[in-house]
């Protein structure tokens, strides 16, 4: 057995994608999408590394873009297998690609208004035609189900306890396992169940989003989030909150809906503006059956997340360019997370200048992209081909990531008796340091650090 790291390594932390070859078969984790500057974003259409359509098999561990947004590029440079995921996962993977492929159908277009006439035209990375080849080839899996998805490789998928469907994957064959995480979520997250213990392997690849740092207390975090709210209320503005519309919106409705009276929010207008939101809260209500004891009273009691007296989810562009007349009392969550794409810009934009607004940034923000400039205090910003002057708040809300800190992640890894060597992914280089040498202090154990290209025996 033997891995071969493609991305999410040498200090990324999109893009995910390993290639596992076993078994004399070759199983493809993750095919995710490069998000950050316009520079590292073109890498999107260059080259996987390997061809297509020697790939066996696809296990997608959850249904993020930077996991699985560039799946169907794969399809259409060949690649002819299953693509494996949890039923959750298989049943929010069209919602994610279609927006992306919208969002690349847009951005082809203007980039081809202005582009040179003698040149040839820029073609978008897939299209709805492409997600659709997609989702014909998916095959939904079951947690803790160990199932044989190409002769002598063995798959069973846990619970990662970061989005819904979320899996830790375990791959077994010729006698060796190799335990992928994917992205691991903290325990205690609303709706979500807790990661499931790390299963025994041979070899494990860990996240190290936050391999450096622990989280606030969650219920400090939460109560930070209530005053934020009362500060903004007393100023008279909006708050603007990027968001991953799978994952991080439901857990502020979650809180909205558990907080509804103490945080006053009867007196707001709270806005989910994005087109995969109905979708997404859709795929939600058909599987419950995920959800913990805690979220399954909320979702029987007055005040459902998704169903709050004041929730407007805006599909539209009409109903989102409405909100822009609104210039206090809206909470306005939109995509993306990192504020590098999508209708939360153009909020942004028309906000930012005026420091009665608030802005919250409620999970990690990559570099390069628009967000981490904003936690970064940049004094002003360039949005549409405009120089904007950045005057609201800018609050970092830590506490809420969907990402196990530097504590989780050595828990889960410890959660085993054995002691397998570890190689760290999807994190940049001074946190995957700084959980390599927690790790090796503890355990004893070899840490690697994946860097693009360089292969690891199981």
């Known amino acids: 057995m033997r891995v071969v790291f493609h991305g999410a390594a040498g200090g990324e932390v999109t893009g995910s994608c390993h290639l596992v070859e076993v078994a004399g078969k070759r199983v493809l984790l993750d095919c995710g999408m490069l998000q950050g500057s316009r520079d590292v974003e073109a890498r999107n259409r260059a080259s996987f590394g390997f061809d297509p359509a020697s790939i066996d098999a696809l296990v997608l561990s959850h249904a993020h873009i930077d996991h699985c947004g560039r799946i169907p590029i794969l399809l259409k440079r060949g690649f002819a297998g299953a693509i494996h995921a949890q039923t959750a996962t298989c049943d929010l993977l069209p919602v994610m690609l279609r927006d992306a492929a919208s969002l690349s159908e847009r951005s082809a277009e203007r980039e081809n208004r202005e582009r040179r006439a003698d040149l040839p035209p820029i073609e978008p990375l897939y299209t709805p035609v492409d997600v659709a080849a997609t989702q014909r080839r998916l095959r939904p899996q079951a947690y803790d189900t ?41 325990r205690g997250t609303p709706i979500l169940r807790d990661p499931a213990p790390r299963p ?12 450096d740092r622990n989280h606030r207390d969650r219920a400090a975090t939460v109560a930070e989030l209530g005053d934020i709210l009362a500060h903004a209320r007393a100023d008279g503005g909006n708050v603007i909150i990027p968001a991953f519309a799978v994952g991080r919106s439901q857990e502020l409705l979650y809180w909205f809906a558990e907080y509804f009276d103490r945080w006053q929010l009867a007196s707001w207008t709270i806005f989910l503006d994005s087109p995969m939101a109905a979708k997404v809260m859709a795929v939600y209500d058909r599987h419950e059956a995920l959800f913990d004891a805690r979220a399954e009273k909320l979702w029987r009691g007055r005040r459902r997340p998704f169903k709050l007296p004041n929730l407007r989810v805006c599909e539209t562009t009409v109903e989102s360019r409405a909100i822009k007349r609104i210039h206090g009392g809206a909470i306005i969550i939109a995509g993306s997370g990192m504020a590098n794409g999508g209708r939360v810009r153009h909020h942004l934009a028309n906000n930012l200048a005026f420091a009665r607004h608030h802005v919250v940034f409620v999970g990690y923000q990559a570099a390069g992209t628009l967000g981490r400039t904003l936690v970064n205090r940049a004094p002003r910003v360039r949005l549409f081909g405009a120089e904007i002057p950045v005057r609201a708040a800018i609050h970092t809300v830590g506490g809420l990531s969907a990402h196990a800190d ?35 202090r503890r355990h004893g154990i070899a840490v690697t650090l994946a860097q693009a290209g360089a292969t690891q025996a199981a």
């Open 146 to 186: 160990p199932v044989e998805i190409l002769p002598g490789v063995m798959l069973r998928l846990h619970e990662a306890g970061h989005i819904l469907g979320s899996s830790v994957v375990e791959l077994r064959a010729e006698g060796r396992t190799l335990v992928f995480s994917g992205d691991l979520g903290v």
């Open 200 to 211: 025994a392997a041979d070899l494990v690849l860990l996240e190290s989003t936050y391999g």
């Open 406 to 440: 530097q504590r989780g992640l050595l828990d889960w890894y410890a959660s085993a008796g054995d002691r397998p060597p570890v190689v760290l992914v999807h994190g940049e280089d001074d946190a995957r340091r700084a959980l390599a040498a927690e790790l090796h």
